[in-house]
């Protein structure tokens, strides 16, 4: 298995709602990345889960809260968005030292705040 | 704090032309390189990447980047593109001793038929 499952594919949601996007792997990858990508816009690292503990927060804004429950698993639970939150929002994971592997990313969830 | 420049934004090539987009990154210090394909709806894809030993560096679908670490460069070279290659592409750097990448802008590539 060399890939990054993401649910769910797209998401819409009001600014009152939660949400969590799930993402999972399989390939004993034990760093996990989220990042937010807008229209036309490079990716933008949001945090990194390195050995299931947060290890990078990039200055995200709280109504965002990542979880790594496993080694597997990485959620990002969503909590009173604002419109300009949509974007697409893919995971991603590596071996640890990722600079010397590259990531493998999933295919993303695109969500809408309306 | 490193950043990563792509200093073409939009590429429009005829098939069967040679390609080469720029890549500059600024960290001076041990760095690891990569370049990242996303076709229209689809998600990132690695290309290839670069993290020692024989700087020019080859990748997939016939793609290929040159390292040159005194010019900060580590452009992308193909030497005969197809329609296929219509896509977005990005560079980016690891400083090698965390784990994150930093993407550029990107470029954007489109290939007439």
């Known amino acids: 298995d060399t890939e990054v499952t993401q649910t769910p594919k797209h998401l819409v949601m009001g600014m009152t709602n939660k949400k969590s996007l799930k993402c999972e792997q399989h390939?004993?990858?034990?760093?996990m990345y989220w990042y937010k990508q807008k229209a036309k816009k490079p990716p933008e690292l949001m945090f990194v889960y390195s050995y299931e503990k947060l290890s990078i927060n990039e200055s995200v804004p709280s109504r965002f809260s990542p979880e790594c429950p496993n080694s597997s698993l990485l959620n990002l639970h969503l909590h009173a968005l604002q419109p300009e939150d949509s974007a697409l929002y893919l995971c991603a994971s590596s071996r640890p030292d990722s600079g010397n592997y590259g990531y493998t990313f999933g295919s993303g969830t695109r969500l809408t705040v309306v | 704090a490193q950043s990563v420049s792509q200093h073409n934004h939009h590429v429009i090539l005829s098939e069967a032309a040679s390609l080469e987009l720029g890549c500059n990154y600024s960290y001076g210090g041990t760095v690891n390189l990569f370049w990242y394909v996303q076709y229209p709806g689809q998600h990132l894809q690695l290309l290839l990447k670069?993290?020692?030993?024989?700087?020019l560096v080859k990748g997939i679908k016939g793609f290929e980047a040159e390292f040159i670490k005194s010019k900060f460069s580590f452009n992308l070279r193909k030497p005969s593109v197809q329609w296929s290659d219509t896509a977005e592409y990005f560079c980016?750097?690891?400083?090698?001793?965390?784990?994150?990448?930093?993407f550029g802008k990107g470029t954007r590539l489109h290939i007439l038929p």
């Open positions: 670069y993290f020692s030993g024989d700087p």
């Open positions: 390939m004993g990858h034990r760093a």
């Open positions: 980016a750097v690891n400083e090698g001793r965390d784990d994150k990448i930093i």
